[in-house]
Nanobody, 128 residues
Framework: QVRLVESGGGSVQAGESLRLSCAVS????????MGWLRQAPGKEREGVAS???????DYADSVKGRFTISQDNAKNTLYLQMNGLKTEDTAMYYC??????????????????????WGQGTQVTVSS
């Protein structure tokens, strides 16, 4: 199992920025891609961004142009840079790892069902 620990969440005003980090351990496992997903109260968990081992990225339409996913393989860390935050970005953000599926479409890469390992989440709250 891949162990994931998120950090970097917090409370900000609309328009501000945050950077989330996810420390990845047990890197001996064959991780195909990593993702950030979020869940707002009363809503289903949704994919935000994903990145493959080769660095190919996918984004939800709602965050394109504002969020950037990246990875530092030397530090075994996944990042999510969030700029221009909106109140609707308020949610618990989860880091997740896919160890099973080598190729995923954009829709599949943003679907929680294709991830096997999850962090505990970090809360992001955006106020107006």
């Amino acid at each position: 199992q891949v162990r994931l620990v998120e950090s970097g969440g917090g409370s900000v005003q609309a328009g501000e920025s945050l950077r989330l980090s996810c420390a990845v351990s047990e890197v001996g496992f064959n991780v195909m891609c990593m993702g950030w997903l979020r869940q707002a109260p009363g809503k289903e968990r949704e994919g935000v961004a994903s990145i493959t081992r080769a660095g190919t990225t996918d984004y939800a339409d709602s965050v394109k142009g504002r969020f950037t996913i990246s990875q530092d393989n030397a530090k075994n860390t996944l990042y999510l840079q969030m700029n221009g935050l909106k109140t609707e970005d308020t949610a618990m953000y989860y880091c997740a790892a896919n160890r099973v599926w080598p190729r995923l479409s954009t829709a599949a890469a943003l679907s929680q069902e294709n991830y096997q390992d999850w962090g505990q989440g970090t809360q992001v709250t955006v106020s107006s």
